[in-house]
């Protein structure tokens, strides 16, 4: 890990922990259509990082009124915080301004032939970079198979793991070696059947190095929204539909990734990632994270959830269950209200900090208090889960609806790109 990747995440994550707000109490956060989170008389005794507070026990799941229990760490964008000295906090800003605006684009060494499709996000965290990056590997997949053009790779980047070597991603392997979002697409690669690998490594360009000499003749870089001295065939933006451009600023002022104006530069697409409702039918039980006998899932209260892993269970079911919501992401507000928009309230969510962990006894408190039958959460937050009670998981469907539009720079891009390369690797002229 370079120096400069060191900086970055100890600012990320200096931001996300509210150590730049100065806050020492503050106004307790609230939560979607329900109380603050730190309202006092419907808390076990012991929870950590505040209350476990929710829907009485005997109310229906569909019904609002839900508060949202935060686990150590965690701060939600509705929370509220005493501001730096302004002077103090734009100085800070211009330093990470400074700071990241040259580092927007990459330097990164692709073989000719090769093509690259960069997905970049906005902001820090919750920009759907990483949703947006599996849909552009599934289109170039199936491209790649109707054309015998070669196989396609998605570069992950291993955030807070600690992979040795360069390797390809398999849904069984450990966390710590390859982290949370690259697990999490090996996981959807393998249940959508996409064709495609899953590279980390412990730098992106021996990742690179990796997969080309693993064949791979398409590329998807996650993360990446530039790369230098040759420009990607295709470079995406993606863009919070809600929120485009977070707060607008950078930190400690806002979560911007860099100046809006470096971040435009360097892409060739702004995409607003949404997801495709035709595709997003409710959640898949699922065995993702430690184990649990689904099998044999029995809660103390004598309800038993009639699942299997692979059972599809559709919005309408979820919204009759006692449901609780599990996040370890940025912006998890967006998932509460994803589920809402379904007819789906959860009795309880925790909210742990963006890539986790997510705390076993929270996850065990909240199952008590709310008798929780199942527990909903994606599949990059399912993987932090430590289920004690063996309650089944059921992991949401998620699938980003591509733009005719981006579609078709998609397919240009795939079947331009290798002779483009060949002609003149530093052909690219930027495409707004």
Same mark, same amino acid.
Request: hydrophobic fraction near 40%; proline fraction near 9%; charge should be positive.
């Given at each position: 890990m370079d120096a400069s990747f060191g900086i970055r995440r100890w600012l990320s994550d200096?931001?996300?922990?509210?150590?730049? @707000? %100065? /806050?020492? $109490? !503050? #106004?307790? =956060?609230?939560?979607?259509?329900?109380?603050?989170?730190?309202?006092?008389?419907?808390?076990? @005794? %012991? /929870?950590? $990082? !505040? #209350?476990? =507070?929710?829907a009485p026990d005997d109310a229906p799941s569909g019904a609002p009124g839900d508060a949202l229990v935060d686990a150590p760490g965690n701060t939600p964008s509705?929370?509220?915080?005493?501001?730096?000295?302004?002077?103090?906090?734009?100085?800070?800003?211009?330093?990470?301004?400074?700071?990241?605006?040259?580092?927007?684009?990459r330097s990164l060494h692709v073989p000719d032939g090769v093509v690259t499709i960069a997905v970049g996000g906005a902001t820090l965290g919750g920009s759907g970079k990483t949703p947006l990056a599996i849909a552009c590997a599934e289109v170039a997949a199936a491209a790649a198979?109707?054309?015998?053009?070669?196989?396609?790779?998605?570069?992950?980047?291993?955030?807070?793991?600690?992979?040795?070597?360069?390797?390809?991603?398999?849904?069984?392997?450990?966390?710590?070696t390859v982290g949370d979002e690259a697990l999490a697409c090996a996981h959807i690669f393998a249940a959508q059947g996409i064709r495609a690998d899953v590279i980390v490594a412990p730098t992106r360009q021996r990742a690179i190095d990796f997969a080309v000499a693993q064949g791979a003749k398409v590329l998807v870089l996650d993360g990446v929204a530039q790369t230098a001295p040759r420009r990607a065939d295709l470079a995406l933006l993606a863009l919070d539909l809600e929120s485009p451009w977070g707060?607008?600023?950078?930190?400690?002022?806002?979560?911007?990734?860099?100046?809006?104006?470096a971040l435009r530069a360097a892409c060739d697409t702004m995409v607003m990632v949404a997801p495709d409702p035709a595709r997003c039918r409710g959640a898949i039980c699922s065995a993702v994270g430690p184990p649990h006998s689904v099998d044999s899932v029995e809660s103390r209260h004598g309800n038993r959830p009639d699942l299997r892993p692979g059972d599809l269970v559709p919005f309408e079911q979820l919204a009759r269950m006692k449901v609780g919501l599990v996040t370890a992401l940025a912006r998890p507000e967006r998932i509460v209200r994803?589920?809402?928009?379904?007819?789906?309230?959860?009795?309880?969510?925790?909210?742990?900090?963006?890539?986790?962990?997510?705390?076993?006894?929270?996850?065990?408190?909240?199952?008590?208090?709310?008798?929780?039958?199942?527990?909903?959460?994606?599949?990059?937050c399912a993987i932090h889960l430590r289920n004690p009670a063996s309650i089944p998981v059921c992991v949401l469907e998620h699938h980003v609806a591509l733009p005719p539009s981006l579609r078709h720079e998609l397919h240009a891009a795939l079947l331009a790109g290798a002779r483009a390369h060949m002609d003149d690797p530093a052909r690219r002229v930027v495409r707004r």
């Open positions: 200096a931001l996300e922990r509210g150590r730049f @707000s %100065g /806050a020492s $109490g !503050g #106004a307790p =956060s609230r939560a979607p259509g329900g109380p603050p989170s730190g309202a006092s008389g419907r808390a076990p @005794s %012991g /929870a950590p $990082g !505040g #209350a476990l =507070s929710g509705g929370a509220s915080r005493r501001p730096f000295a302004d002077a103090s906090a734009r100085a800070l800003e211009r330093m990470w301004q400074a700071w990241s605006a040259p580092r927007v684009v198979a109707e054309s015998g053009a070669g196989k396609v790779a998605l570069i992950g980047h291993a955030y807070r793991a600690h992979p040795r070597t360069a390797r390809v991603v398999a849904p069984g392997d450990a966390l710590d707060r607008g600023a950078c930190p400690p002022r806002g979560d911007l990734k860099a100046p809006m104006g994803f589920l809402q928009a379904h007819g789906v309230f959860p009795r309880t969510a925790i909210h742990a900090s963006d890539h986790g962990p997510v705390s076993a006894r929270t996850l065990t408190l909240a199952a008590e208090a709310h008798r929780i039958e199942v527990w909903v959460a994606t599949y990059k």
